[in-house]
């Protein structure tokens, strides 16, 4: 059999493919066709195999920071410390069923794609039609497509009669394409093949039939398929900077560990078990056992609060990912676009107007000058509106969500059109009866109709391609409603006006008929027409993404726009929604010419990019990630799924999206607008915050309480915090004050702050040093108070438990510091804190009131009732670390303000 791939179908004449092909007008025989079908298998993409729901849950738990977790369980559990190993055996076991929970449908891409292939089909088998299941088509076999119909295989038409097809989930191409049988040159574009029909796109209109040239993976659906199984997806910021913390906070703690161990056991000459002990309460001390699950909580409230804004997030990480892109390099039909045809302009003999109004709805004013134009002073409207209305076949449906067409897309456009000319809602004209109509076909690029008045009157009304058009016309209507010579050069600079600003040019004519006429030719036609006008129309741009591509510039976010569309009307819809060097457009030809290096020069610049394959959105996804950028990538089409996947934040379209994009997305937007972008990556944003300010807060406090024990044995002296004590202040602030960090809510100048560099360290130069400042402020707090116990005398219990209310009290004022990184914390608003702020701090309160003054958690925690006067002290401590922690940061804001403005 011939490889279809290096023949180029589109670029063979039909009566050669059929030969290509061993079949005929008559399609195969059965024995034939069941002989291909065990040569080739069904129609449809190979079953991957299932992953394994237990690996892929142990998967969950190949993390150093588990590792090490699970190593200090391990020990406790040997030293028959129960109580510390079922806690750290509890948050790594919840940490882990929250990851495979949110995580474990993400292999579902394949089963989308494999989705669209149609499940039935009309087929030519003998001779004679028949109808069976799109997975036994095989090359070679004839098939039968009409409108509404989902292609179900790679087709080379051999017959097609006014054919279209929407192919704008494979190539982007926002209008119903043409299709025919001419062969095309072999090199052009997957949007140029006009004698291609592509597997899983819909025939619009008119009627075919095509040999099968490729099925199954052999598909350009099928190669799209393989794309996305090579891709590889990359792992978001957050988790490889934890991992990468985790992998030095191992070897931190062991090498600190080995050197207690020697010095404790050489030098102080202590007893091994409780020297060993003490280290263990060490490692307890150091390692940040709470912060995975409070991390995986902080994400899973930043899904919440993206559901709120139509975001719903797959994947938890992708969340802090989108908060920190870059780039955002979006599809435009569909997602810039409303994916909907509305006339813009109408260019008569003379004036020109603009029409307004949303999508399909036959509402909205026309306006010439400025100012509305009623069509009893323009009767040119009139006529524009007659031929628009009588010479089409779709038909306008209202709807709960809105006006919706049945037909062509372009043909509802001027449907709608024509009820905002005369106010005649979605059915103008309905007293004229249709008498006979020539349909639009490819060869001769027009339609026309013959229509019959209420008066008996007749009348001819044609539409079609301008060129085509003016080729029929004999004159053109005078702005005194007469008739004058036409003008063609005039009326072809009108044309190339309306297509440099993007808009998809159709021309209307007309010419009075005999009453008696009742069948027309195209004889009726030719030199014999009065040229109306030009109809300009356009897929418009949302209002709302206007909007949202201004907010994420201001928040430095380069927005580009990636397309299968022509370059002109690339060019013209990235001009209205503001996007940045809108003259500069890129083409898929312009790619192919490039290798990677010039590429990753050109991309950073150039924010238009039109006639792209899935092919170049993947790599131009990589080229700007090579240079260090962080990429969303937003598609509604099986075409975007492969650089959905590749880009760090995939977002996929929900309303008008495909199952593939979908799948292979992290996030999909439910009301398919752009602008709720621009609000997920504010959450994003605040997200990330909050991870930040939980590990400003977790890590500080752990050094602080390790460093507390690592003093006491170098100094020969009793542990000022028992190892129960930690873990106990541990669980209860991680699970209470840490979570609270997680419902903060986004600090003011959130999206006026420029993105985070993608190589930006999880432990910046700030973070250390607020680490060191408050580790040591923790550690002279804690050894102080416990100091100051054990010198006047008291028990060491009550010491140990003065020393560990003063770490939580610390920790709570620290939590009102750490709610503002970016601004002063000591505000009105900011002292007042949140709801959960307020409970956490209760709760924690209550809690340590009850284990230090109840007495049978006395006997299990090991503390001692604490005096009103020494209470008082410690809340006092508190304050002092609050005051001198707010007065170094507004000091570093001081300096940082001049250099910022």
């Known amino acids: 059999m011939t490889d279809t791939r290096e023949t180029a179908p589109h670029a063979r004449p039909a009566a050669d493919l059929l030969d290509a092909f061993a079949t005929g007008p008559d399609g195969l025989g059965a024995g034939e066709a069941a002989r291909r079908l065990t040569e080739h298998g069904p129609n449809r993409l190979p079953e991957p195999p299932a992953p394994n729901p237990v690996l892929r849950f142990l998967g969950h738990f190949h993390n150093v920071l588990i590792y090490v977790l699970i190593a200090s369980a391990a020990v406790t559990a040997a030293l028959q410390h129960w109580i510390d190993t079922g806690v750290i055996l509890a948050v790594v076991l919840v940490n882990a069923v929250i990851g495979y929970i949110q995580e474990g449908r993400a292999e579902q891409a394949m089963a989308a794609i494999r989705g669209m292939l149609a499940p039935q089909s009309t087929v030519l088998r003998d001779g004679r039609r028949t109808s069976l299941d799109a997975a036994g088509l095989v090359p070679g076999d004839i098939v039968l497509v009409e409108a509404g119909d989902r292609v179900p295989a790679d087709l080379r038409l051999i017959a097609a009669r006014g054919l279209k097809a929407e192919e704008a989930v494979l190539t982007g191409e926002s209008v119903p394409v043409d299709k025919g049988t001419a062969p095309v040159a072999a090199e052009v574009s997957l949007g140029d093949r006009s004698p291609m029909l592509f597997s899983g796109t819909l025939v619009a209109a008119g009627a075919g039939r095509g040999v099968v040239v490729a099925t199954g993976a052999d598909t350009q659906i099928g190669r799209i398929s393989g794309m996305l199984g090579r891709v590889e997806t990359l792992t ?156 089409n076949d779709a038909r306008l449906r209202g709807a709960e969500d809105g006006w919706h067409v049945e037909g062509d897309p372009m043909e509802g456009a001027l449907i709608a059109l024509a009820g905002k000319i005369t106010g005649d809602g979605a059915e103008p004209l309905r007293a004229w009866r249709r008498a006979d109509a020539i349909p639009f076909d490819a060869a001769h690029r027009y339609m026309a109709t013959l229509h019959h008045g209420r008066g008996g009157e007749a009348c001819i009304h044609v539409k079609g391609a301008p060129e085509a058009v003016l080729a029929l016309c004999a004159d053109q209507r005078a702005p005194d409603g007469g008739v004058a010579p036409l003008d063609a050069g005039h009326w072809s600079d009108e044309v190339e006006a309306l297509a440099a600003e993007g808009q998809r040019v159709i021309a209307v004519a007309a010419r009075p008929a005999p009453r008696e006429m009742e069948t027309l030719e195209s004889a009726d036609l030719e030199g014999r027409l009065t040229l109306i006008g ?43 929604i503001g996007l940045t060097n809108h003259d500069r457009v890129l083409t898929g030809a312009d790619l192919e010419a490039m290798d ?123 542990l000022p915090i028992t190892a129960v004590q930690i873990l106990w202040v541990n669980l209860v602030t991680a699970v209470t004050l840490g979570i609270a960090l997680a419902f903060e809510p986004s600090e003011p100048g959130t999206m006026r702050r420029p993105p985070r560099p993608r190589g930006e360290p999880l432990l910046t130069g700030g973070l250390i040093w607020q680490l060191v400042l408050v580790s040591g402020l923790f550690l002279a707090a804690v050894f102080g108070v416990f100091l100051y116990a054990t010198d006047r005398g008291y028990p060491v219990e009550l010491a140990q438990t003065m020393a560990m209310n003063t770490l939580v009290v610390l920790e709570i004022f620290y939590l009102f510091f750490i709610r503002n990184i970016h601004g002063a914390s000591l505000r009105l608003s900011a002292l007042l804190g949140t709801r959960v702020v307020w409970i956490s701090v209760l709760t924690v309160t209550g809690l340590q009131v009850a284990i230090t003054y109840l007495p049978p958690l006395q006997r299990i925690m090991g503390t001692a009732p604490v005096p009103l006067a020494d209470g008082v002290i410690i809340v006092a401590i508190g304050a002092v670390f609050f005051a001198l922690i707010e007065t170094e940061k507004q000091m570093r804001l001081a300096f940082r303000a001049p250099a910022a403005g």
């Open 596 to 718: 990677d290096a010039a590429l990753a020069d050109m991309v950073v610049e150039t924010d238009i990019f039109a006639r792209t394959s899935p092919a170049h959105k993947l790599r131009l996804v990589t080229a700007l990630q090579a240079r260090g950028l962080t990429v969303a990538m937003t598609g509604d089409g099986v075409n975007d799924a492969p650089a959905l996947k590749r880009a760090d934040a995939g977002i996929a379209m929900g309303l008008k999206g495909s199952e593939a994009a979908k799948e292979a997305a992290e996030l999909v937007l439910a009301d398919d607008n752009f602008a709720s972008i621009a609000a997920a990556v504010r959450e994003g944003r605040t997200v990330y915050d909050n991870i930040k300010k939980v590990i400003s807060w977790t890590l500080p406090t752990n050094a602080g309480e390790a460093m507390t024990i690592i003093l006491a044995l170098f100094a020969g002296l009793a």
């Open 236 to 391: 978001t910021p957050l988790v490889a900077q934890m991992d990468r913390f985790a992998r030095w906070l191992t070897l931190f703690i062991l090498i600190v560990a080995g050197a207690l161990l020697s010095y404790g056991y050489f030098v102080d000459h202590l007893p091994f078990s409780e020297l060993f002990m003490a280290v263990v309460g060490l490692s307890v001390a150091a390692i940040p056992e709470g912060l995975p699950a409070v991390l995986t909580i902080t994400l899973a409230v930043g899904v919440q609060a993206m559901a709120r804004r139509n975001a719903i997030v797959r994947r938890l990480p992708a969340i802090e990912t989108l908060g920190s892109v870059s780039v955002i390099c979006s599809d435009k039909t569909g997602t810039l676009t409303r994916n909907e045809m509305m006339a813009a302009t109408l260019a008569a003999a003379g004036r020109v107007y603009s029409v307004g109004g949303s999508g399909y709805a036959p509402e909205g004013a026309v306006r010439w000058r400025e100012a509305d134009a009623h069509p009893d002073e323009h009767a040119v409207l009139t006529e524009i509106a007659r031929a628009a209305a009588l010479c």
């Open 534 to 576: 030009l109809i300009g129309l356009i897929d418009p741009p949302r209002a709302e993404a206007i909007e949202a591509v201004a907010e994420c510039h201001a928040a430095g976010i380069r927005v580009k726009m990636i397309t299968g569309d022509h370059a002109a009307t690339a060019r013209a819809i990235a001009a209205r």
